[in-house]
């Protein structure tokens, strides 16, 4: 009996060190790294138990020690049980048997006496195990204070660079819509909920390591892949449209489907006769997912708490859909009729204009709040949208426009949005652009006139952004096509055509040497730089003449987009050429890619982030060598910006660095 035992006691330490040694996995913490171009996160720690197991005559005993212990390495003394009378294990237990105490931080499992003779009193052949034993300090040793637990990013992070860049890159896989701030909210949270699910993650809203490395795999699913699945077929007789009184039969969600525009077949139909029961739809059951049954479903949505309001019939919308305490509408959000929409157009105002608004704002074309006006902003978005899609550019929202508008293929805005307000002098920049000209272009706006304002309609005309008279009058829809124009040029939209303006819509060279201009000039050359830069999207500052910092820093921006050195903040020749031609790249157009600078490198790129790095105040001199000074100051300026300290000028760090 006592080989026996012997034996399993040894087979059960084997496992049990084997399990500790390989087979450990730590949990879903975020960690710092991922994969080049990925998102990344602070360092948690993980704990890791460690266990030491002593096998003896008649008894198995494993002690386990965790890292956070102050005793760690340092394994705890074997209890051994007296050996006088019977068969050693009469007094085990009583008071005079030494009992081990755990240090702090430690966890002690042992087992009972198993015995040695054959009897058959309590459990025998049995090995009862207490886990989880709170350390208890001795009266020698000062309490530990634990380490705590490592976390993942998670619903309550705010101000965090690295929820930041979850953001960041949520939106760019379609699962976030909300501004990159850093602010771990319910959206936040929702989205990586989305994410997961889509992704063969546990669904928890949590962002830890397994979340993170799936996030920055190039092979991660994007919203778009996730809910472009078609509608699996079904061998189930559809069911038809109930009578008063029944209940639609409820689908089988066991398998996770996602249900959008454009998805077709009886799971459609399910869900619009789903959706009628319970009031949020009007009209007849098509079996196809339209603008209509999507304005149902995000009604749905908005009603019922903890859902994503976006539309889209995913598992938990179908769950709580289908549940028997569904949300109830005694008011139809839409309806599945074949009646045409009514056309929007200037001067509109209500609810569908609202609706108008929001989904333009959603698609990139307007900014602000919506307020249901359909003013000149709303009609200069429209326009945008029109010709973004290869739609007749009319600035009315009728039938072809808003179903292209709600369908799951409208082209989103890439430019800058057309600010929403219902005060048209709000829509304008309000700087004073009077003398301002530049490669023989002067500022034209509301109420200009001439033969210059005659051709600029002529070629707005032939661009398609407007269908009024040619008569050199610069009014309302003139002020519109030309902020329809600056939407999806990246330009600044202000309705104004100053000279960055035209020189995009007449394709323009510059061919003039010029003067170079800097810090402490103050001149009508200065006036034209400002204003240039403002609507090319790098300077919100005042149109005075003064060259000031703000206006070095916008110079250094436009230098660093358009890939001009040195990046010096200086408007010297080849700068003011190149910003004074078509050619000019935009704030908000592609954004400009660098490669890793490092320790050991010399060059003019290294001689740009030194002299950065002195102006900031982090570095004595420039030598052209980024040597240790230089990374102990890329280290300090990457610490003071919420950046990684590693010393070394990533993409990253270089677009803060050069202002940008």
Not at 41 to 48: E, K, R, S, W, Y
Not at 88 to 95: L, M, R
Not at 138 to 145: D, E, L, S
Not at 180 to 206: C, S
Request: neutral net charge; glycine residues 10%.
């Amino acid at each position: 009996m006592k080989k026996a035992l012997k034996i399993i006691a040894l087979a059960g330490a084997l496992v049990l060190c084997l399990l500790l040694t390989g087979c450990y996995q730590p949990p879903d913490e975020v960690k710092n790294g991922g994969p080049t171009g990925g998102v990344t996160a602070a360092l948690f720690d993980t704990m890791a138990p460690t266990a030491t197991v002593t096998v003896s005559p008649d008894t198995v005993v494993i002690e386990t020690q965790n890292v956070f212990g102050p005793n760690y390495g340092q394994q705890t003394p074997t209890p051994t049980p007296p050996q006088s009378g019977g068969n050693g294990w009469d007094n085990w237990g009583s008071a005079n048997t030494p009992t081990p105490s755990p240090g702090p931080g430690e966890v002690i499992v042992f087992s009972t006496p198993v015995p040695g003779d054959g009897t058959t009193t309590g459990a025998p052949g049995t090995i009862e195990v207490v886990t989880e034993q709170p350390a208890t300090p001795t009266p020698t040793q000062a309490p530990v204070t634990p380490t705590p637990t490592p976390k993942s990013l998670q619903r309550g992070f705010t101000g965090s660079e690295a929820v930041r860049a979850v953001q960041k890159r949520l939106k760019e896989l379609g699962y976030y819509k909300g501004s990159a701030d850093g602010d771990f909210g319910p959206a936040t949270e929702q989205a990586v909920k989305d994410f997961q699910k889509a992704n063969g993650l546990t669904a928890d809203g949590k962002v830890g390591e397994k979340t993170l490395a799936k996030m920055n795999a190039k092979n991660a699913v994007s919203y778009k892949e996730a809910h472009a699945t078609a509608t699996p077929k079904t061998t189930a007789k559809t069911t038809a449209k109930p009578t008063s009184g029944k209940v639609t039969a409820t689908p089988n969600l066991e398998k996770e489907y996602y249900l959008n525009i454009g998805s077709k077949g009886s799971k459609v139909e399910t869900l619009q006769r789903r959706l009628i029961e319970l009031g949020w739809l009007d009209g007849k059951v098509t079996g196809t997912y339209d603008e209509q049954t999507a304005a149902a479903v995000s009604a749905f949505q908005k009603k019922t708490k903890g859902l994503w309001e976006d539309g889209v019939a995913g598992p938990d919308t179908l769950k709580a859909l289908y549940s028997s305490n569904a949300a109830r509408s005694s008011k139809p959000a839409a309806s599945t009729s074949t009646t045409k929409p009514e056309t929007l157009e200037l001067g509109s105002e209500g609810a569908e204009v609202k609706k108008l608004q929001q989904k333009l704002k959603d698609l990139g074309y307007l900014s602000g709040s919506v307020d249901g006006k359909f003013g000149a902003a709303t009609e200069a978005a429209v326009i945008a949208f029109q010709k973004n899609n290869n739609l007749t550019a009319d600035g009315k929202a009728g039938s072809a426009t808003q179903n292209k508008l709600y369908s799951g293929t409208a082209k989103k805005s890439t430019g800058t949005q057309v600010k929403i307000d219902s005060s048209d002098d709000n829509n304008r920049s309000g700087r004073d652009t009077s003398d301002i000209s530049s490669t023989g272009y002067i500022t034209l706006e509301r109420d200009s006139k001439g033969d210059q304002v005659r051709a600029l309609q002529k070629r707005l005309k032939e661009l398609g952004f407007y269908n009024g008279s040619v008569d050199g009058s610069y009014g309302e829809s003139t002020e519109v096509a030309v902020m329809a124009f600056q939407l999806l040029n990246n330009l600044t939209v202000d309705g104004k055509a100053g000279p960055a303006t035209q020189r995009a819509l007449y394709g323009s060279k510059s061919e003039i040497t010029y003067s170079s201009l800097r810090q402490g000039d103050e001149s009508s050359a200065v006036k034209n730089l400002q204003y240039t830069l403002y609507e090319l999207g790098y300077y919100d500052g005042a149109i005075d003449g003064k060259y000031g910092q703000t206006t070095a820093d916008a110079v250094r921006a436009f230098q660093i987009q358009n890939k001009i050195t040195p990046v010096d903040g200086v408007a010297g020749s080849k700068t003011l050429s190149k910003m004074y031609s078509s050619d000019a790249m935009a704030a908000t157009a592609a954004k400009v890619n660098y490669e890793t600078v490092s320790k050991g490198m010399t060059g003019e790129i290294v001689v740009e982030i030194q002299d950065c790095l002195v102006q900031y105040g982090f570095l004595n001199e420039v030598t052209g060598v980024y040597d240790d000074a230089t990374v102990d100051a890329v280290k300090a300026f990457q610490s003071a910006n919420g950046l990684t300290p590693d010393g070394k000028c990533g993409e990253r760090t270089l677009l803060i660095l050069f202002g940008y």
